[in-house]
């Protein structure tokens, strides 16, 4: 008997198309800029501005968030290509959660800052000095670009997602009673929650006007629009908190909750205290010894938990899926369904 393989048309190949279409369209303006300053060029930047001095660890910085720009474009081909299909499992996801760590901020404080401003809130120019950073049409058409490719971006994975491994986060937190997470991953998230809470607490002192563990430049520029950024990470510190929580508790509660909610705010939580603060505890290595005058250790130390959090969630997930995903290719062994991109059912799993 000859055996034939169907594969099943794309549904959503013109809304896929479309929203790369965005996703690259929205990338251009920053991209764009920032070739431009590379280049010397000062579009944006106003006179006084302590980027018109640009050094050659400036050029570096920007070269380098070129770099992580023009990443999106490529996920957002990877995504909607059928070559995005035969890309290892972690070679997408590492990228895609670091994507999400850094896009996720931005997407809530841009609009609490400009919610804030239309409330009467202040924005003071940190430091006090008074002297323009960048023109201000710069954040709004950068931010602006970087929410619609958080948007787009994510879009276009929860599509690739589904199709490929959908089954592994269907069904409810109960049902993980019958194979709980192992003692490893049951540590690893502990210790996440735990340590979450350390950051979220000073993230949040630092939301109701505590300046206590801030640097001098900023405590003296704080403002309400700066409250409304630093209140976001209290929120990823609480989603990653309860995401494990719920985990942990509730597989052996037998809880009824839809498997992917915790595993939503764990993995989103995560990602947005683990890249941001990994992006600002770069900046704050590179400034320690900056006459006092950049952030301090209180500072970095946070940032450096955050870091620590994400990469534990991040560990336990990993192991989590790999473990879920091998449990359901042996309990059909002999599946031979073909998935919506023309694969097995097998390969479907072990991809």
């Known amino acids: 008997m000859t055996s034939t393989t ?3 048309p794309d549904d959503h190949a013109t809304k896929r198309r479309a929203l790369r279409a965005v996703t690259i369209a929205a990338c251009l303006p920053y991209l764009g800029l920032k070739v431009a300053w ?14 018109r001095d640009a050094d050659a660890g400036l050029v570096v910085a920007n070269a380098v968030t070129i770099l992580m720009d023009a990443a999106v474009v490529v996920l957002a081909l990877l995504l909607t290509r059928p070559w995005g299909r035969r890309v290892p499992a972690w ?14 901020p931005i997407m809530y404080a841009f609009p ?13 120019t940190v430091g006090g000095s008074g002297r323009p950073f960048l023109d201000e049409w710069v954040f709004g058409v950068v931010y602006t670009g970087f929410i619609v490719q958080g948007l787009t971006l994510g879009a276009l994975f929860v599509l690739y997602a589904r199709d490929r491994w959908g089954h592994l986060w269907q069904g409810v937190v109960g049902d993980l009673k019958a194979a709980s997470p192992g ?10 929650a735990v340590l979450a809470v350390v950051p979220g607490g000073v993230h949040l002192l630092w939301t109701c006007g505590w300046s206590a563990g801030l640097s001098p430049e900023i405590a003296q520029g704080y403002s309400s629009a700066f ?3 630093e209140s976001g990470y209290v929120l990823y510190a609480a989603a990653t908190v309860a995401g494990t929580v719920l985990l942990l508790s509730g597989a052996n509660r037998g809880s009824c909750l839809p498997l992917r909610v915790p595993l939503l705010l764990a993995g989103v939580g995560s990602a947005a205290s683990a890249a941001w603060g990994g992006w600002q505890l770069l900046a704050t290595l590179t400034s320690l010894a900056d006459d006092g005058r950049g952030p301090t250790a209180a500072m970095g130390v946070t940032y ?5 959090t994400g990469l534990l969630v991040l560990a336990a997930g990993a192991r989590f899926f790999a473990a879920r995903s091998a449990r359901m290719s042996a309990a059909i062994p002999g599946r031979t369904a073909t998935d919506v991109h023309g694969r097995t059912g097998a390969e479907a799993l072990a991809s």
């Open 6 to 8: 169907t594969t099943v």
């Open 38 to 51: 590379v280049a010397g060029s000062h579009i944006g930047i106003p006179e006084g501005s302590a980027l």
């Open 91 to 104: 070679l997408l996801l590492l990228p895609m959660w670091g994507a999400v760590g850094l896009l996720t």
């Open 112 to 124: 609490a800052q400009l919610l804030v401003r239309a409330l009467g809130g202040s924005s003071t």
């Open 183 to 192: 003692r490893g991953q049951r540590a690893a998230l502990t210790a996440a």
């Open 227 to 229: 409250a409304a950024g």
């Open 304 to 308: 450096a938990v955050q870091v620590i």
